[in-house]
Structure formats: structure tokens, C-alpha cells
T-cell receptor, first 109, second 118 residues
Framework: LAKTTQPISMDSYEGQEVNITCSHN???????ITWYQQFPSQGPRFIIQ???TKVTNEVASLFIPADRKSSTLSLPRVSLSDTAVYYC??????????FGAGTRLFVKA | GAVVSQHPSWVICKSGTSVKIECRSL??????MFWYRQFPKQSLMLMAT?????????EQGVEKDKFLINHASLTLSTLTVTSAHPEDSSFYIC??????????????FGPGTRLTVT
């Protein structure tokens, strides 16, 4: 299973774009990248998943460079309610998922 | 998206008793479910992989006789914490694996169960 490295914490202000980068140097050919969001005392919530280049949905964008050794989750115009822990996971999804430490995002008014 | 429920959402039990936590996939069938444990301010720790109709696969360091997992149907997996002790107090989260339209696997998580052992 590919190990991931993310910043421990990030601060932002409402209305700003937030980019959280995840390093996964030993990503395998069949692995894809998935990001989850978790609020206190709740289960993680799926945000976005991608394999290469760029993926966008209604809540976020995921940028993956050609070498796929890192990825960046982009949250446009964050609000206070985006304060949460964000996890980057790498794997096939069909096998067990190992969570790293995640990034604690704190959005200030 | 797919919905996973857990019951109960919180439970308090006395030391030495057993507690059962249910995990259900509400609108899909899940041949594989996962059980995690999360302590305050920490990440999720995978405990075991639950496969419908077969024995669960436990992660290293997780006592299979203490954390009994039963995946009796395609929509239900249960985790029983036997002879619970205060150190078992934690937030237990299950997830179910789904094959997406893009033919990739996604995991959907339940809301979690807060267990407090007194």
C-alpha cells in the first residue's frame, strides 16, 4: 500500500481557495487517489477520486501530475463549514484502505 | 451516493459486558465491509475486513476473539466487542465497498458508533 504524506494542518479564511497537497511517491500503476473529509464524531465523507490529470466535481477539484507521485485537492471559496480533517488515500479501493494522519483545515471568518 | 448506517450511534456499557454494533448498506449490496477504530484526535485505524459469507480478516494486533465480526448478509455486518474494558472506549466506524460506474472502487462510511465502557 502506498504511503501518503500530507501537511498536518492548514489555516485559511472564508472565501479563499484552499489547496492541500498529498505526496505518494510509491504509488502503483493500478492505484488511484481518493480524498475524504471528516467532521468530528462523524464518519469520513467521500469527496473526489482520480487517476491522472484533473478531476472536478461539484465540491472540489483534484489535480494529479503526470508522474502521479503527488496530488492536490483544491477547495474553491471555502466556508466555515469546510473546517474538517481531509484524508488522502492511495490504492485500488478494492483492497483495504489505510488512513494516514490527514490534514486539519481550519477556516476562519 | 451510497448510504451506510450504523446502530447504535452511541452506547455506554459496563466493563466485562459485550456490545454489538451493526453496519448496514441501505441501498446497495456490499460483499466487503471494513471496520475502523478512531481515538480522539487520531486517524482511523483499520481493524478488519469483513467479507460476506466468510471469516473476517483482522489487522495485526487486533484480537479476533475480542472483536467478533459477522457478515451474514450482503447488507449487514456486525462487530461485537466482547468483555469490553475501558480501553476499548472509542469511535467505531464501518465502511462498505462499492463498485462505481467508472468501474473503480469507492468506500462509503457509516456515521460511526461512540462506545464508552465504564
Amino acid at each position: 500500500l502506498a504511503k501518503t504524506t500530507q501537511p498536518i494542518s492548514m489555516d485559511s479564511y472564508e472565501g479563499q481557495e484552499v489547496n492541500i497537497t498529498c505526496s505518494h511517491n510509491n504509488i502503483a500503476t493500478n492505484d488511484y487517489i481518493t480524498w475524504y473529509q471528516q467532521f468530528p464524531s462523524q464518519g469520513p465523507r467521500f469527496i473526489i477520486q482520480g487517476y491522472k490529470t484533473k478531476v472536478t466535481n461539484e465540491v472540489a477539484s483534484l489535480f494529479i501530475p503526470a508522474d502521479r507521485k503527488s496530488s492536490t485537492l483544491s477547495l474553491p471559496r471555502v466556508s466555515l463549514s469546510d473546517t474538517a480533517v481531509y484524508y488522502c488515500l492511495v490504492g485500488t479501493g478494492g483492497f483495504k484502505t489505510i488512513f494516514g494522519a490527514g490534514t486539519r483545515l481550519f477556516v476562519k471568518a | 451516493g451510497a448510504v451506510v448506517s450504523q446502530h447504535p450511534s452511541w452506547v455506554i456499557c459496563k466493563s466485562g459486558t459485550s456490545v454489538k454494533i451493526e453496519c448496514r448498506s441501505l441501498d446497495f449490496q456490499a460483499t466487503t465491509m471494513f471496520w475502523y477504530r478512531q481515538f480522539p484526535k487520531q486517524s482511523l485505524m483499520l481493524m478488519a475486513t469483513s467479507n460476506e459469507g466468510s471469516k473476517a480478516t483482522y489487522e495485526q494486533g487486533v484480537e479476533k476473539d475480542k472483536f467478533l465480526i459477522n457478515h451474514a448478509s450482503l447488507t449487514l455486518s456486525t462487530l461485537t466487542v466482547t468483555s469490553a474494558h475501558p480501553e476499548d472506549s472509542s469511535f467505531y466506524i464501518c465502511s462498505a465497498r462499492v463498485l462505481s460506474l467508472a468501474r473503480t472502487y469507492e468506500q462509503y462510511f457509516g456515521p460511526g458508533t461512540r462506545l464508552t465502557v465504564t
